[in-house]
């Protein structure tokens, strides 16, 4: 299975402040099946990003994702309040099983 | 819009099976080509792809779970359904449906305990 390494584990900023998020795969994930997602406390998780760069629906523009191959980011241009919660990667592009990252934390400094 | 639903006993006793079920509501289980998926998460913790079904009738596993689980479509009652035997204290869990990567629901406690 492709493993996912998330990193850092936990990312301090303050409001208005980027952040720069970090999933890397053990193996090259196939047409760009990576999303992301983000979890708060009690709730499922929302995506945010698929096949890499593409946006859902209503997810603000200061949200967006890179990457191909190995190596994705997720950028949040300037954090709101609202935004600090848990983010997680899946790869959804293997013929075997579908995997996430472990999560990054995004805290206030 | 798409909805879904998971319902299922939120107690399960050990070595026992554990059976879910997820509802579809706004949309069909059938065609579309969709990935139908459960994810669990334990309680503190990180998600967990169990596996997914497609439309096509294809499944496929999280290795880690030893052939314990199987996940199906019920056409006739637009649900998707998920089957986890031999559970044990680890499998406790909040348990996700979802439709590919952009429909989920909201989730629910399975708890594993004699």
């Known amino acids: 299975e492709i493993v996912l390494t998330q990193s850092p584990g936990t990312l301090a900023l303050s409001p208005g402040e980027r952040a720069t998020l970090s999933c890397r795969a053990s193996?090259?994930?196939?047409?760009?099946?990576l999303a992301w997602y983000q979890q708060k406390a009690g709730q499922a998780p929302r995506v945010l990003i698929y096949?890499?760069?593409t946006r859902a629906t209503g997810i603000p523009d200061r949200f967006s994702g890179s990457g191909s191959g190995t190596d994705f980011t997720l950028t949040i241009s300037r954090l709101e309040p609202e935004d600090f919660a848990v983010y997680y990667c899946?790869?959804?592009?293997?013929?075997?099983?579908?995997?996430f990252g472990q999560g990054t934390k995004v805290e206030i400094k | 819009q798409v909805h879904l639903q998971e319902s299922g006993p939120g107690l399960v006793k050990p070595s026992q099976t554990l059976s879910l079920t997820c509802a579809v509501s706004?949309?069909?289980?059938?065609?579309?080509?969709?990935?139908w998926s459960w994810i669990r998460q334990p309680r503190g913790k990180g998600l967990e792809w169990i596996g997914y079904?497609?439309?096509?009738?294809?499944?496929d596993y999280n290795p880690s779970l030893k052939s314990r689980a199987t996940i199906s479509i019920d056409r006739s009652k637009n649900e998707i359904s998920l089957k986890l035997t031999s559970v044990a204290a680890a499998d406790t869990a909040v348990y996700f449906c979802a439709r590919g990567v952009l429909v989920w629901g909201q989730g629910t406690l399975v708890t594993v305990s004699a």
């Open positions: 899946q790869q959804y592009g293997s013929s075997r099983a579908w995997t």
């Open positions: 706004g949309g069909s289980v059938s065609g579309g080509g969709y990935s």
């Open positions: 193996e090259s994930v196939r047409g760009m099946y």
């Open positions: 096949g890499s760069t």
């Open positions: 079904v497609s439309d096509s009738g294809r499944s």
